[in-house]
């Protein structure tokens, strides 16, 4: 158990203290979070303000989140200004101030009359730096406050977990996570912006996921589009978008087909059903997008071309088997075809079947140098041939532009 906050001992201007704390916490990287609230002044829809140190394109600032009843404003200042705009607030704009860092948290508090009093304990174990491996908390790619989590009924309008979201949560972190490694290895210029299609983008959970972490947390220029045939959804989300000050997200009625992006360096597609998946895959191949991140389902177009070869006739008679036969060829002959393409690819579980039952991820980077297509296609003809297949629908797309040998 954390020890209960006590009072420092007496000191002549607690708000001097409690900003040297907080110069000190930034100089020294221990700053984790601070909150001001009880605001006073002439904002009556402000509620609390959260300040963050982080990066924007490779220099250091302190990011403001401006909560207010119905939206929120982001804002980025450079350290010696946005310590100054802490300074300036208290007390005139806010009665409380909440630092966490990683050693301690201080709280500084304000009454009616402005007498001050600053408030001390140690910090939850937590927020300590690990010194073993199992005693690390578990990484989060995203924080819990982060706006667009309210918005979308992720968190409460306090910042806590609906826990009906636990599993969609659980969801969001796994895809920013497998997206971040990708991101740092595909290589992107370091001030280039980053342009994202994300078909079939629902509610929108990855879609804002993608854009905060890429502007807010890497501090990057990002023009993210959702592509959603559902324009009751494209409508919520735009409309979530304006009022969370998202500049750079938008989002289009429409499908793969229909709404291509002139240029992508990113296009996601989770949940494509059947050849929607190919007509994605072939999006991205197209446009030469340095990153192709897919979930497949509803695989049915190879099972009907299917034959049963020995030695696997007897396994196969079971109807159950040769779908899952149908599946597994269909997704290994789309990674084959991606490789043939200059693409290093991957095919994994991308979060616990507890969580959903469409959980494979085809995740495929580009690579720098020319790649030999030669083996991969080899190996796609040997496939085919082995299960009686005819067609495949992303070779016929890629064979009409002329980009698969």
């Given at each position: 158990?954390?020890a209960?906050?006590?009072s ?7 708000r ?9 916490a930034?100089?020294?990287g221990?700053?984790v ?15 609390r ?19 207010y ?7 980025h ?5 946005g310590?100054?705009e802490?300074a ?6 806010f009665?409380?101030?909440h ?13 009616k009359k402005g007498k ?11 927020t300590?730096?690990a010194?073993d ?28 977990l609906v ?13 920013v996570?497998v997206f ?5 290895q595909?290589g ?5 912006p980053?342009?994202v299609?994300?078909f ?18 890497l ?69 030469q ?9 509803c ?16 396994m ?13 060829l ?6 084959l075809?991606?490789?043939?393409c ?7 579980e991308?979060v ?8 494979k ?17 080899a190996?796609?003809?040997q496939?085919?041939?082995f299960?009686?297949v005819?067609?495949h ?11 698969l040998?």
């Open positions: 158990m954390p209960a906050p006590a420092t001992p007496p000191v002549d201007d607690p001097s203290a409690f900003l040297q704390h907080l110069r000190a930034l100089e020294q221990r700053w979070k601070l909150v001001l609230a009880r605001p006073l002044g002439a904002e009556p829809e402000l509620e303000v959260s300040v963050k140190p982080l990066t924007v394109k490779g220099q250091p600032r302190l990011g403001f989140v401006l909560r009843r119905t939206r929120d404003i982001t804002r200042y450079s350290l010696q200004e310590l100054v802490i300036n607030a208290l007390p005139e704009r009665r409380n101030a630092l966490q860092t990683t050693e301690e948290t201080l709280q500084l508090e304000f009454g001050a009093r600053l408030h001390r304990a140690r910090a939850p174990a937590s300590a730096p010194t491996a199992h005693d690390r908390a578990k990484q989060r790619w995203l924080e819990l406050d982060r706006p667009f989590l309210t918005a979308l009924g992720v968190t409460d309008r306090h910042g806590a826990p009906a979201m636990a599993r969609k949560w659980k969801q969001i972190n796994k895809f996570e971040a490694h990708a991101f740092g595909a992107f210029a370091e001030h280039a980053v342009t299609a994300d079939g983008s629902g509610k929108g959970y990855l879609t804002f996921a993608i854009h905060d972490y890429l502007s807010h947390g501090g990057r220029e990002a023009q993210v589009t959702g592509v959603e045939l559902r324009q009751d959804m494209v409508e919520l989300c735009n409309q979530a978008a304006t009022g969370l000050d998202h500049p750079g997200l938008t989002f289009q009625q429409g499908d793969v087909r229909s709404v291509v992006p002139a240029r992508i360096d990113v296009m996601i597609a989770l949940h494509a059903c059947d050849v929607a998946t190919d007509y994605a895959l072939h999006t991205g191949i197209r446009s997008a340095a990153i192709i991140m897919c979930s497949p389902c695989h049915k177009q190879l099972r009907p071309q299917m034959s049963s070869p020995e030695p696997l006739g007897p196969l008679q079971f109807g159950l088997h040769m779908g899952q036969q149908a599946e597994m269909t997704d290994s002959l789309r990674a075809y991606l490789e043939a200059g693409y290093e690819t991957k095919v994994f991308f616990s079947l507890e969580h959903t039952s469409k959980n991820m085809i995740l495929a980077v580009r690579r720098g140098a020319a790649v030999d297509s030669a083996p991969r296609l190996r796609i003809a496939l085919k041939s299960y009686g005819r067609e629908c992303l070779e016929s797309l890629l064979q009409s532009d002329g980009l040998g």
